[in-house]
């Protein structure tokens, strides 16, 4: 039983970040800029909870940035 729970966990994690390769593959197919920003923000984030999930540090510290990135020139954008 708790091998299985464990398999599920397991299996979570990596759609999980299935998912969040998704959102960042998905914004190369778009023109609009606002919204290959805001997939790539949302596949970084996912990739936060991926590496939080993993212990994985540097993926953390990369995402983290590329999030802030991201909504940094999300603003800009608004602005306009």
Do not use: P
């Not at 990596?14 to 998704?22: P, T």
């Amino acid at each position: 039983w708790i091998i299985w729970i464990c398999w599920e966990i397991k299996m979570f994690v990596e759609i999980l970040g299935i998912v969040a390769s998704l959102f960042v593959i998905s914004a190369f197919l778009f023109k609009n800029v606002k919204i290959i920003r805001l997939l790539d923000a949302v596949g970084a984030l996912l990739y936060v909870i991926y590496g939080i999930l993993i212990h994985s540090y540097a993926n953390i510290l990369l995402n983290t940035v590329l999030i802030a990135v991201q909504i940094y020139h999300l603003h800009k954008l608004n602005k306009k």
